[in-house]
């Protein structure tokens, strides 16, 4: 019985290793690169797909990031709520963001911070700013509530949603005092930090 992540920490598989080493999940990691995943052989037999991350879970396979985050949470009885409709939240949540603000946010961060200076492109970062408003919009009303996204406490919602948005913090961070506390609440679990450095 074996779990082991694919992907290197600086790719979506981040948001896998995050959850797992919340969990205090025993695994093994593969940190394979963005760059050549779609290429490599061995691992197309693994993810057909190509993309990282997948896990295998003593020979079940799963792909995309949040789904393997809901699945181990949900088998590990932890982040994930007893009550069906705190679970229907999760779900609600992980599906929100990324249909509303993942591509927005992913635009804006390349064009921002990730792409190399000569490819950043500020047309294309205001445009997906102006996106990202009204979906941010909707994220500080909530958390202005309890301050976690589901119930009283962080759960696999927040995981996921953090996981997806991290550098929102750093947007318009006096506007949404809400989102910019909680984001730096989830940063600061020593799961996030351990996760931070691996491979
Ligand atoms: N929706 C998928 C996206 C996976 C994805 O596109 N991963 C990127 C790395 S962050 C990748 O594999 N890129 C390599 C490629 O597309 O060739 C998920 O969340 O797992």
Redesign the pocket.
């Known amino acids: 019985m074996s779990l082991t992540i694919f ?1 290197t920490s600086r ?3 981040f ?1 896998v290793l995050w959850m797992a080493t919340e969990l205090g999940l025993e695994f093994e990691h593969e940190p394979l690169p ?2 050549s ?2 290429n490599d052989a061995r691992y197309l037999l693994i993810n057909p ?6 896990i295998s879970d003593s020979g079940f396979v799963l ?6 985050n809901l699945y181990l949470a949900q088998k590990a009885g932890m982040l994930w709520p007893p009550d069906p409709k705190d679970q229907a939240k999760v779900l609600q949540w992980t599906l929100w963001v ?1 249909t509303s603000l993942e591509s927005a946010y992913t635009q804006w961060a390349s064009h921002t911070y990730w792409l190399p200076e000569s490819a950043r492109d500020a047309a294309q970062a205001n445009s997906a700013a102006a996106e990202m408003r009204g979906p941010l919009d909707r994220l500080e009303l909530a958390l202005s509530e309890s301050g976690w996204l589901v119930g009283t406490s962080f759960s696999a919602a927040d995981l996921n949603v953090a996981s997806v948005i991290g550098f929102v913090s750093r947007f318009e961070r006096e506007k949404r005092p809400h989102v910019a506390d909680w984001i730096d609440r989830c940063k600061a679990r020593p799961a996030y930090r351990k996760a931070s450095t691996l491979p």
């Open positions: 992907g790719s979506r598989a948001r963005w760059q995943c779609r797909s190509g993309t990282i991350p997948a792909a995309e990031s949040l789904a393997i990324t």
